[in-house]
């Protein structure tokens, strides 16, 4: 790690003009400490992560879900829909301004929470799924998951599908879900990648959390440290939208 604060983000952004440069690939692999600044809860934050409230692996399970679809609707469900009023901040601004301006290829996000579309990115790999969209167990239906949260108000659990009947569910990635096709989408980009931005993750969460292994230059935003730490080029213990906001001032030679 780099002792001197403004060389760092003078280092980064040296990084990501070179690879620009040279015509390289750059990525951003968020997790949900991206979007606590938008009050959003992360997992394992000390005193403010959900997992000093509930185990989110039991909450948030496939087997629950499947087995008792009482506990996951009041519990697990009500958990992903507190999200949808959420708003982007910086961070993801800055994410999306840094892809519009060629300096990164796109997000691979662990989050859910749809705030890198809000904010204008344009290539994300949804590697956990997302809360805007519902799917059919049965026949493949596809829809909002607003459909699913009115049947759930009236007390119709587990919600149905509207073109068959059959058992519909959030679009998300469960604990103990198959990884979806987003998934290989990002190891495929990764592998061809040349660096990799992560930002307010505790990479923690396989198989997301081996991609930092793959490339060659890693560098690493996240408030506490990280299994990863060690072999990142730099790595920032400090908010996400106040290293990204040093690292974009550096490299457009302008704040935001
Ligand atoms: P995590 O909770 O395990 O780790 C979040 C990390 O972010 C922590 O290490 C924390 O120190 C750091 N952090 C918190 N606020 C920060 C900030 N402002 N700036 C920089 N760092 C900050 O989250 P994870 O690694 O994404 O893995 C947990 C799983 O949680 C993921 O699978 C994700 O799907 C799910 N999740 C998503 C959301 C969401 O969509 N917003 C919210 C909660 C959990």
Redesign the pocket.
């Given at each position: 790690m780099n002792s001197c604060r403004e060389d760092v983000y003078q280092k980064v952004a040296a990084l990501l003009q070179n690879i620009k440069n040279k015509r390289g690939a750059s990525l951003a692999l968020?997790?949900?400490?991206?979007?606590?600044?938008s009050g959003?809860?992360?997992?394992?934050?000390p005193g403010s992560?959900?997992?000093e409230q509930m185990d989110?692996m039991e909450t948030l399970s496939a087997q629950v879900l499947r087995e008792r679809p009482e506990e996951f609707y009041i519990r697990g469900f009500r958990l992903l829909t507190s999200?949808k009023d959420a708003t982007p901040n910086l961070?993801h601004q800055i994410l999306a301004k840094l892809e519009e301006a060629g300096y990164i290829q796109g997000v691979i996000t662990?989050?859910?929470?749809n705030?890198h579309h809000l904010a204008g990115s344009r290539r994300v790999w949804e590697v956990?799924g997302n809360?805007r969209e519902a799917y059919c167990l049965s026949c493949r239906w596809r829809g909002a998951l607003s459909e699913l949260e009115q049947q759930v108000a009236q007390g119709s659990i587990p919600p149905r599908c509207p073109l068959c009947g059959g058992n519909a569910r959030p679009a998300v990635?469960l604990f103990g879900d198959p990884m979806p096709v987003a998934f290989n989408e990002a190891l495929e980009a990764v592998k061809k990648a040349d660096l990799l931005l992560v930002?307010?993750?505790?990479?923690?969460?396989y198989p997301?959390a081996y991609l930092p292994e793959l490339v060659r230059h890693l560098v690493i935003?996240?408030?506490?440290p990280?299994p990863q730490d060690y072999r990142a080029e730099v790595v920032l213990h400090?908010?996400?939208?106040q290293?990204l906001a040093k690292i974009y001032d550096r490299l457009e030679g302008k704040g935001l």
């Amino acid at each position: 790690m780099n002792s001197c604060r403004e060389d760092v983000y003078q280092k980064v952004a040296a990084l990501l003009q070179n690879i620009k440069n040279k015509r390289g690939a750059s990525l951003a692999l968020t997790g949900a400490g991206i979007s606590t600044e938008s009050g959003i809860p992360d997992f394992r934050s000390p005193g403010s992560g959900l997992w000093e409230q509930m185990d989110p692996m039991e909450t948030l399970s496939a087997q629950v879900l499947r087995e008792r679809p009482e506990e996951f609707y009041i519990r697990g469900f009500r958990l992903l829909t507190s999200m949808k009023d959420a708003t982007p901040n910086l961070a993801h601004q800055i994410l999306a301004k840094l892809e519009e301006a060629g300096y990164i290829q796109g997000v691979i996000t662990q989050n859910i929470d749809n705030l890198h579309h809000l904010a204008g990115s344009r290539r994300v790999w949804e590697v956990h799924g997302n809360t805007r969209e519902a799917y059919c167990l049965s026949c493949r239906w596809r829809g909002a998951l607003s459909e699913l949260e009115q049947q759930v108000a009236q007390g119709s659990i587990p919600p149905r599908c509207p073109l068959c009947g059959g058992n519909a569910r959030p679009a998300v990635v469960l604990f103990g879900d198959p990884m979806p096709v987003a998934f290989n989408e990002a190891l495929e980009a990764v592998k061809k990648a040349d660096l990799l931005l992560v930002v307010g993750s505790s990479l923690s969460v396989y198989p997301v959390a081996y991609l930092p292994e793959l490339v060659r230059h890693l560098v690493i935003i996240n408030l506490t440290p990280t299994p990863q730490d060690y072999r990142a080029e730099v790595v920032l213990h400090e908010k996400a939208s106040q290293a990204l906001a040093k690292i974009y001032d550096r490299l457009e030679g302008k704040g935001l």
